[in-house]
């Protein structure tokens, strides 16, 4: 994979691209956990992620917050996170001019910054946020979730309860307008160690549910 490198508002930020020739392919950016818990752009499950949303024919970009691997600066609890995921937007889409489908994934920590990035861009069209920590973090600014996503969720994951995520779910799902489709998978930990292909399935089953509502009947 291509690695690449931009300018941030923190100084250089590295990332990997896979550019889909398509015309007009659809965009994803993908964000990674906790930069301060070891998170970075080539966890397990953000490479899963990676490689799902590429094979269903994705222009897919991830990258390293500020302090992680090549990218520049140092963790600045999330606000500065939160401007190193715009600035990617941004050159993903300078990559894809004219793309009119545009979504954002994250995992755990890069889930929160995820659903902030979604609330300031009013062109992103879906997400993906899997093991939402809505323990540690307040998701309270979803009102209202601009647009529908999906949540995915281990019930044996002992960092983020899923009776916290199912209220979540809950909470959006009373929105208008938006329809949040939520995986729960029985034993299945935070960081899906050996079920990796269950995530990706659950995405790609996703992606498939859009495109059938999309064809004209």
Request: net charge negative; glycine share 10%.
């Amino acid at each position: 994979m291509p690695e690449i490198i931009f300018n941030g508002p923190d100084g250089r930020i590295e990332g990997v691209y896979k550019k889909n020739n398509r015309e007009n392919a659809p965009i994803v950016l993908i964000l990674h956990p906790h930069p301060q818990h070891g998170g970075t752009m080539n966890n397990k499950v953000i490479y899963t992620m990676f490689h799902t949303f590429a094979n269903a024919g994705f222009s897919t970009l991830r990258f390293n917050f500020r302090g992680v691997g090549k990218s520049q600066g140092g963790f600045s609890d999330g606000e500065g996170e939160l401007a190193d995921a715009a600035c990617a937007l941004d050159w993903l889409q300078s990559q894809n001019e004219g793309v009119n489908e545009i979504w954002i994934a994250g995992f755990s920590f890069g889930s929160w910054i995820a659903m902030q990035l979604l609330m300031r861009r009013p062109e992103v069209t879906n997400f993906v946020a899997v093991a939402p920590p809505v323990n540690m973090f307040d998701f309270s600014f979803l009102t209202p979730c601009p647009t529908s996503g999906l949540i995915i969720q281990g019930e044996g994951d002992s960092v983020v309860p899923v009776e916290e995520v199912d209220k979540l779910v809950d909470k959006l799902n009373a929105q208008r307008n938006v329809k949040v489709a939520y995986d729960r998978f029985k034993d299945i930990d935070h960081f899906f160690k050996g079920k990796e292909q269950n995530l990706s399935k659950s995405i790609e089953d996703y992606i498939g549910e859009i495109k059938e509502e999309e064809l004209p009947i």
